[in-house]
């Protein structure tokens, strides 16, 4: 299958390839919300803000110098700032987590940006039934999360993913990413295109944080949801194919994912 990047403009700055808020982390997970935002600005976007509880803010900020950083009762009303919205990864699920995700589609229903929601985000997704969602709208399951989602079993998911992930798109009318051994894309049209890149190797706590900030960081640069999805799946693939290689299948980390997130590119399109 041919992808194809997002063009790279030589008169430029940081806003011309998008702007991240990534509403991720919690006191046990202060990883997923690193791993989140680095992999996005490894993509390409150009300005990633992480939005979380001091003490997360505190531990990112002591690994990167590389993004920005916003407190979560600043979040609403900074919403208008930024190209694409990415929530969940690392996030709590408690009483008022729901509220502040309620609150923050509330408010995302008068913006017109992508957003992806991805691990907590989908437990939040699953238990709540009043919230709207946006039109470009991407979710990013495991087995386990789409079967919370759908309200049914995960062997189920996992015998017939093609069903499910269309039924995912159906239902929460986006673009789908049912992960797995050849994840499964699904467009709001049914459209589904299966991965074939990637091993075990990706099968790390974590992995799914880079992809989310992998499919964030293209739709940042004005790649339509359906794309920006397939086009990450196959990156976070070959990059954990790539590593494997050098690392082997047993010792790649999901943070050893983000210096072959390039590699990836490289291989691809250059």
């Given at each position: 299958?041919?992808?194809?990047?997002?063009?790279?403009?030589?008169?430029?700055?940081?806003?011309?390839?998008?702007?991240?808020?990534?509403?991720?982390?919690?006191?046990?997970y202060t990883g997923?919300?690193?791993?989140?935002?680095?992999?996005?600005?490894?993509?390409?976007?150009?300005?990633?803000?992480?939005?979380?509880?001091?003490?997360?803010?505190?531990?990112?900020?002591?690994?990167?110098?590389?993004?920005?950083?916003?407190?979560?009762?600043?979040?609403?009303?900074?919403?208008?700032?930024?190209?694409?919205?990415?929530?969940?990864?690392?996030?709590?699920?408690?009483?008022?987590?729901?509220?502040?995700?309620?609150?923050?589609?509330?408010e995302l229903s008068?913006?017109?940006?992508?957003?992806?929601?991805?691990?907590?985000?989908?437990?939040?997704?699953?238990?709540?039934?009043?919230?709207?969602?946006?039109?470009?709208?991407?979710?990013?399951?495991?087995?386990?999360?789409?079967?919370?989602?759908?309200?049914?079993?995960?062997?189920?998911?996992?015998?017939?993913?093609?069903?499910?992930?269309?039924?995912?798109?159906?239902?929460?009318?986006?673009?789908?990413?049912?992960?797995?051994?050849?994840?499964?894309?699904?467009?709001?049209?049914?459209?589904?295109?299966?991965?074939?890149?990637?091993?075990?190797?990706?099968?790390?706590?974590?992995?799914?944080?880079?992809?989310?900030?992998?499919?964030?960081?293209?739709?940042?640069?004005?790649?339509?949801?359906?794309?920006?999805?397939?086009?990450?799946?196959?990156?976070?693939?070959?990059?954990?194919?790539?590593?494997?290689?050098?690392?082997?299948?047993?010792?790649?980390?999901?943070?050893?994912?983000?210096?072959?997130?390039?590699?990836?590119?490289?291989?691809?399109?250059?």
């Amino acid at each position: 299958m041919e992808f194809k990047l997002p063009e790279r403009k030589e008169e430029s700055h940081k806003g011309t390839f998008g702007k991240v808020l990534n509403i991720a982390g919690s006191k046990n997970y202060t990883g997923a919300a690193f791993l989140s935002s680095i992999s996005a600005l490894r993509t390409g976007c150009g300005y990633v803000t992480l939005a979380s509880s001091p003490e997360v803010i505190s531990s990112v900020s002591s690994l990167t110098p590389d993004i920005v950083y916003l407190p979560l009762s600043e979040v609403l009303d900074r919403l208008s700032d930024y190209t694409v919205v990415s929530v969940g990864c690392g996030m709590q699920t408690d009483a008022a987590a729901e509220e502040m995700f309620k609150a923050l589609f509330a408010e995302l229903s008068v913006h017109d940006i992508p957003v992806v929601i991805d691990a907590s985000g989908l437990t939040l997704l699953a238990g709540i039934n009043s919230v709207k969602l946006p039109d470009k709208l991407v979710i990013t399951p495991h087995p386990a999360e789409a079967a919370r989602l759908l309200g049914t079993e995960i062997e189920k998911i996992v015998s017939n993913p093609d069903i499910y992930v269309k039924k995912l798109s159906e239902t929460f009318h986006c673009t789908s990413v049912l992960k797995g051994h050849r994840t499964r894309v699904c467009s709001v049209d049914g459209e589904i295109y299966i991965n074939e890149t990637g091993n075990s190797a990706l099968a790390k706590a974590g992995s799914g944080d880079v992809l989310c900030g992998i499919i964030t960081g293209l739709l940042a640069q004005g790649m339509f949801p359906f794309e920006a999805a397939k086009t990450g799946v196959y990156l976070h693939g070959l990059a954990g194919e790539i590593a494997s290689k050098e690392l082997t299948e047993y010792s790649v980390l999901a943070s050893d994912l983000l210096n072959y997130i390039p590699r990836a590119i490289q291989y691809t399109f250059q």
